[in-house]
């Protein structure tokens, strides 16, 4: 994690736990305390490559799809229906609107999975 983003670290014990030098505890409290972090803490997301909080993600995709039904029921019960809303995930949200894979087999599942892993482990 400090590889990462040492400042996220640095921020998330300061917010979560009240430390302020985090490298006065000895090696294994630093990683409790780094295991125990919140999903949507800056190291985490940092870690996973994500922007938001997978409850923020929720929350757009909530918004985006009530808009698209409030713009269908207009464009059926109006002559003058406002154009379609635009997507805020889209907007926000780069990341969480990539490309999505499917996998027929476990096969193909697992060579995928190897090369992430590999692309990872070499940076």
């Not at 995930?89 to 096969?107: C, F, N, Q, R, V």
């Amino acid at each position: 994690m400090k590889a990462v983003d040492e400042d996220c670290l640095i921020c998330d014990f300061a917010q979560y736990y009240h430390i302020y030098d985090y490298e006065s505890l000895p090696v294994r409290k630093q990683a409790i305390y780094a295991w125990g972090l919140p999903d949507d803490s800056r190291i985490k997301k940092a870690m996973s490559g994500r922007e938001y909080a997978l409850s923020d993600l929720l929350l757009m995709a909530l918004v985006d799809w009530v808009g698209n039904m409030n713009w269908q029921y207009a464009s059926v019960n109006s002559k003058h229906a406002p154009q379609k809303p635009q997507s805020l995930m889209k907007l926000l949200a780069k990341s969480a609107t990539g490309e999505i894979k499917g996998y027929t087999d476990a096969e193909s599942f697992e060579a995928e999975r190897r090369n992430i892993l590999e692309k990872i482990n070499n940076g």
